[in-house]
């Protein structure tokens, strides 16, 4: 089992909708978690860290259901601009490196 | 942005051939990792290094070397590159391995071998 799985999507959408996706993760002693932001041919990017309460970016906002051992993204009024693939991120204790989700494409049409 | 640069950009080469790809960070972070990532796959670590000298391997390491003789510097080389090891790689660097410290990548190397 991959220790991050994601929907890939893609999640069509029009401007100003809303859209949410969630990620699980195996590992039930992660403890930190991210989504990042992909843009075709180019680099990750930290979209935000998700914290245990949930919190909100602007239109972006993150939860975690630790019981059930999910994360979900939700943007709302969504933008052209928000069109990528969104990558969700799990650190396990005394690791060394991340574990990535394959990611969620996300396109915003007009 | 964080001061992470990737070399060279983009680089086509021939089949039996070495290459090494060049990370370079202006950061002082401890912490560096090297991705490949492929349509269908996602990120796939091949090599981190967690100080001067000390590396370890990834889930694909085969066919991959890297060295770290100092602080800002995470070389990457394809002993003999395949056709196989097409792909794009990242650099990522890291302050931390706890709490809320994420990556930040560099910005790509587009490697085809030919």
């Known amino acids: 089992r991959k220790e991050v799985e994601q929907d890939p999507g893609p999640f069509n959408v029009p401007e100003g909708a809303t859209v949410a996706f969630n990620c699980t993760y195996s590992?039930?002693?992660?403890?930190?978690f991210f989504w990042y932001r992909q843009d075709c041919r180019k680099e990750p990017k930290l979209l935000m860290s998700?914290?245990?309460s949930g919190n909100e970016d602007g239109r972006f906002t993150a939860q975690l259901n630790r019981a059930s051992q999910y994360i979900s993204l939700l943007i709302r009024d969504s933008k052209l601009s928000d069109s990528a693939t969104y990558l969700c991120?799990?650190?396990?204790?005394?690791?060394?490196?991340?574990?990535f989700g394959a990611g969620t494409t996300v396109t915003v049409r007009a | 942005d964080a001061g992470i640069t990737q070399s060279p950009r983009h680089k086509v080469t021939e089949t039996g051939t070495p290459v090494t790809l060049r990370c370079h960070q202006t950061?002082?972070?401890?912490?560096m990792y090297w991705y490949r990532q492929d349509p269908g796959h996602g990120l796939r670590l091949i090599h981190y290094?967690?100080?001067?000298?000390?590396?370890d391997k990834g889930e694909v390491s085969d066919g991959y070397s890297v060295s770290r003789s100092k602080t800002e510097d995470f070389l990457l080389t394809l002993e003999s590159a395949t056709s196989s090891q097409t792909s794009v790689y990242f650099c990522?660097?890291?302050?931390?391995?706890?709490?809320?410290?994420?990556?930040?990548f560099g910005s790509g190397t587009r490697l085809t071998v030919v």
């Open positions: 998700v914290y245990s």
């Open positions: 950061e002082n972070h401890r912490y």
């Open positions: 590992n039930s002693a992660s403890q930190s």
């Open positions: 290094s967690y100080g001067v000298k000390d590396t």
């Open positions: 990522a660097i890291s302050e931390s391995v706890v709490g809320r410290d994420g990556y930040t």
């Open positions: 991120v799990v650190r396990i204790p005394n690791d060394y490196k991340l574990s």
